[in-house]
C-alpha cells in the first residue's frame, strides 16, 4: 500500500549511510564524549564513499553490507573500536559507546564481557537499529552481533530453524525459502536481528497469531557472568519465559530456534471504507481475512482496510514507481513540510492522498515475506501501544473525539490497527489477553520535527486509560509503576532479571526508567 509503502530511492539513500539504520562514524566526535545524546538532525551528516566515516580506524561494509570493524591503534585485543557513533534509523536518538565490537564467536562474547566486569561497564547490544527509542543506547561497551548470522540447523521434519542472534530476518527469509519453509508472520522490516525482533515484542496482525516472539521453541542466553543458558519450555521454563521478550536487559542472546510453516503465498486486498463500518463490522472483518488490518485517516472518516490471505496465484503487483515515490514519497514530503508552516493542512493532505492513493480496490500477491514487508517512508516518530482488543472501537472513536476537540492538535495518516492473540510470554504486550495494537504516527519531512507533544501525550492518556501497554522498542513515558500495574508478571520478570544481571550490567537509561 502507497501510504505504507515506501520508495527504493529513498532506500538506497539511506543505505549510502548506514545499512539498516546501523551505527554510523561522525568525524568531528571526540572519543572522550561518551554520553547518550538525542539526535534530532535536521541533514544528513558527511558520509565517507563506503557509507562509513572513519575515525582512528577504519569501518567499511562486505558484500552482506554488514559492519567491518579493522583493528587500529584505538582496538582492544577482543577488537573494539573507539570513536563510535550510534544513530538508530529515524535519527531521533543516538549513543557515543565508549567501545565497539563485533565478535565472530561466543568466546568472543564472553572475553567482551568479561573485560566489562573488569573495568564495570555496561553493555549494550544493537541489531539493525531500527527501534524509534534509546533502548540500544549506551556510553559503555556496545555489541554488534552482525558477524555471528549464521544458519545453524534446519529440522526440515521438525520445520524449525536454529539460527545466530545476528541473522537478519531479510538474509533469513532467503535461506528459508531454500528450504521451503517460511515464518508464519513478520513484522513490516525485516533489515532487524532475530534478536532484536523478539526482545523488543515486535508484531503483525492476525487474530490467529501471536507476536513474533511465540515463533521461538528455544534460545541461549548468555548471562553477566558468561554463563550459557539453553532455555526452552522443558529447559530454565522462567528465563525462557521471560527471555522471549529480553529487552536487552537479562544477557546476550546467542541463537534462535524457530518454529517455522511450509512456504506459503499471499494475496493482498485493500480497499476503502469508512471508520464506522469498519468498527460496527469488525468481528465480520476479523473472521473474513487471516491478517486483517486497517488504516484510519485523521481529521476525516476515511478508512483503507487491508486483507491478506493464502492464495496459489501467481505474484502479481499494484505498485508503480509514479504513485508510489513521486506521489506517494515525494509530494507528500513537499505537503508535509509546508504543513510545517500552516498546520491547518494537515486535515486537507490526508483527505487528499487518500483519494489519490486510496479510494480504489488493489490487489497483488507474492512470497509471504514479500507481502508482510515493506520499505518505510521517510523519517518518522511513532507511538504503538496495545489494548484489549474488546476496547478497540471506544478506544478509537476517543481519539478521533480528541482530535475534533482540539483542532491545534494535528495528526499524520495513518493510525494503522492491528489485531493480535494473547500469550505467556511475561513482558508481551499481549500478555494474557487478545489485542488490539494502534499505531500513531509523525513524519519529520526533510529531516523537519513536526510539533507532537499534545497528540503523544493525548493519545497515552487515552491508551492509559484503556489498559494499554506500549511497544518496548518505540519511545514512551511510562515508568516501573506504570508497569507494575499494567504487567501482572512484572515482578516476577525483575526477580529473574536481578538474578541473571545482579550488577546492572545490561542497563542502560532507557531500562533504568522501567525498572526503578
Not at 505537503?335 to 491547518?344: D, E
Not at 483542532?407 to 494474557?432: K, M, N, W, Y
Request: aromatic share 12%; with cysteine; proline share 5%.
Amino acid at each position: 500500500m502507497v501510504a505504507v509503502l515506501g520508495c527504493q530511492l529513498d532506500y538506497i539513500r539511506n543505505e549510502l549511510q548506514f545499512r539498516n539504520g546501523g551505527p554510523t562514524w561522525d568525524p568531528d566526535l571526540e572519543t572522550s564524549e561518551a554520553k547518550i545524546r538525542l539526535q534530532e538532525a535536521s541533514e544528513f551528516p558527511p558520509v565517507h564513499p563506503e557509507g562509513r566515516q572513519p575515525y582512528c580506524g577504519s569501518v567499511t561494509t562486505d558484500k552482506a553490507g554488514h559492519h567491518l570493524a579493522h583493528p587500529a591503534k584505538t582496538c582492544q585485543d577482543v577488537h573494539g573500536c573507539k570513536g563510535f557513533q550510534f544513530q538508530n534509523w529515524a535519527k531521533t536518538y543516538g549513543c557515543c559507546p565508549e567501545m565497539y565490537y563485533q565478535p565472530t564467536s561466543v568466546e568472543e562474547v564472553r572475553e567482551v564481557l568479561a573485560l566489562a566486569r573488569q573495568q564495570n561497564k555496561r553493555v549494550k547490544v544493537v541489531g539493525g537499529g531500527h527501534s524509534p527509542s534509546d533502548i540500544a543506547c549506551t556510553d559503555g561497551f556496545m555489541i554488534h552481533m552482525g558477524k555471528m548470522n549464521r544458519v545453524l540447523q534446519v529440522d526440515t521434519k521438525k520445520k524449525q530453524v536454529k539460527v545466530e542472534a545476528g541473522i537478519l530476518l531479510a538474509d533469513l527469509h532467503l535461506q528459508l525459502d531454500k528450504h521451503g519453509l517460511a515464518m508464519s508472520n513478520l513484522g513490516a522490516v525485516s533489515d532487524v536481528t532475530v534478536a532484536g525482533v523478539i526482545g523488543s515484542g515486535t508484531h503483525n496482525t492476525g487474530v490467529k497469531h501471536g507476536i513474533l516472539a511465540t515463533q521461538v521453541v528455544a534460545l541461549t542466553l548468555m548471562t553477566a557472568d558468561g554463563t550459557v543458558l539453553e532455555c526452552s519450555e522443558s529447559s530454565n521454563v522462567d528465563v525462557f519465559q521471560a527471555a522471549r521478550v529480553h529487552l536487552g536487559c537479562l544477557g546476550i542472546i546467542l541463537t534462535v530456534t524457530l518454529q517455522c510453516v511450509p512456504q506459503f503465498h499471499l494475496q493482498e486486498i485493500s480497499f476503502p471504507s469508512t471508520l464506522k463500518e469498519v468498527l460496527d463490522n469488525l468481528d465480520s472483518h476479523l473472521k473474513k481475512s487471516e491478517y486483517f488490518r486497517f488504516l484510519w485517516f485523521p481529521h476525516s472518516e476515511n478508512v483503507s482496510i487491508i486483507y491478506q490471505d493464502h492464495t496459489n496465484k501467481p505474484p502479481s503487483s499494484a505498485s508503480s514507481w509514479f504513485w508510489d515515490c513521486a506521489i506517494g514519497l515525494y509530494l507528500l514530503e513537499f505537503l508535509l513540510w509546508i504543513s510545517t508552516y500552516w498546520p491547518f493542512l494537515v486535515g486537507w493532505i490526508n483527505r487528499f492522498f487518500f483519494w489519490l492513493l486510496f479510494s480504489h480496490k488493489k490487489k497483488s500477491s507474492n512470497l509471504s515475506h514479500k507481502i508482510f514487508t515493506y520499505e518505510c517512508r521517510f523519517k518518522q516518530h511513532v507511538q504503538d501501544w496495545a489494548i484489549p482488543r474488546e476496547k478497540t472501537k471506544e478506544a478509537l472513536l476517543e481519539l478521533k473525539a480528541m482530535l475534533e476537540a482540539h483542532p491545534h492538535v494535528v495528526a499524520h495518516f495513518p493510525v494503522e490497527v492491528r489485531f493480535t492473540r494473547g500469550d505467556e510470554i511475561l513482558l508481551s504486550p499481549c500478555f494474557q489477553r487478545d489485542s488490539c495494537y494502534m499505531n500513531i504516527i509523525m513524519y519529520r519531512p526533510y529531516g523537519k520535527d513536526v510539533p507532537r507533544l499534545d497528540y503523544w501525550q493525548a493519545y497515552e492518556t487515552i491508551m492509559k486509560k484503556f489498559g494499554g501497554r506500549p511497544h518496548w522498542a518505540k519511545a514512551h513515558n511510562c515508568t516501573r509503576k506504570d508497569f507494575e500495574k499494567m504487567y501482572p508478571a512484572f515482578r516476577k520478570f525483575c526477580d529473574i532479571r536481578e538474578k541473571l544481571d545482579p550488577t546492572g550490567m545490561f542497563l542502560n537509561p532507557y531500562l533504568e526508567k522501567v525498572f526503578y
